[in-house]
């Protein structure tokens, strides 16, 4: 009888000890999930600021945009082309809802600039215009901060896509639904906008 009741209450400790094991196992793992849920949610967060200060210095420049093209008509320049496309592509870029859409109207809005830069060329009286200067001289600064976010935007970016795709934070990425976010691509001709030397 004896015997009987000390291996009843042996088992007992053994299914306590497993229950308990498991438990621990399912603690453990739901703290990991959440901890690496977490992160990816603050990566997220950071992500977005650093799109946000992007946006920032993309409208810095685009408000140069309207006294820049009123300046370059004050000179009868009869380029309505080059300057119908800039303020196409600014209101592209004011309209842009996503940040690939804004990427995109970015570029052609600094390739806008360059041609125009390039017509410019062909007018020394504006060249020359103390305003229209003022004005390059601006845009040159606006062009290196964006130059600079957009450089904060890719680390981040380059952080938190490889994050998600690494093993097994892919797993919680995929269980959360983060995907991999698009890179802020220098444009071809980009670098040639704060060329603005006139021969001052």
Do not use: C
Not at 66 to 94: F, M
Not at 164 to 188: D, H, M, R
């Amino acid at each position: 009888m004896h015997i009987r009741e000390n291996n009843r209450g042996g088992a007992g400790v053994v299914v306590a000890a497993v229950l308990g094991g498991l438990l621990l196992i399912v603690l453990l793992a739901g703290g990991w999930l959440v901890g690496k849920y977490n992160t990816i949610q603050k990566m997220t967060v950071a992500v977005d600021q650093s799109w946000g200060q992007v946006q920032n210095v993309l409208q810095r420049r685009a408000d140069l945009i309207p006294n820049l093209v009123s300046t370059v008509k004050g000179y009868s320049i009869h380029e309505k082309d080059v300057l119908a496309n800039i303020s196409a592509a600014r209101a592209a870029l004011g309209g842009a809802k996503t940040p690939t859409e804004a990427m995109k109207a970015n570029g052609e809005l600094s390739g806008a600039l360059s041609r125009l830069l390039v017509v410019v060329e062909n007018y020394p009286n504006l060249k020359a215009d103390t305003q229209f200067t003022r004005l390059m001289d601006e845009l040159a600064g606006a062009e290196n901060r964006i130059a600079v976010e957009r450089k904060r935007y890719n680390d981040s970016i380059g952080v938190y896509n490889s994050y998600i795709v690494t093993f097994p934070n892919s797993l919680v990425a995929g269980f959360a639904g983060a995907q991999k976010k698009p890179f802020f691509e220098a444009e071809a001709g980009a670098k040639e906008v704060p060329k603005v030397d006139f021969g001052k």
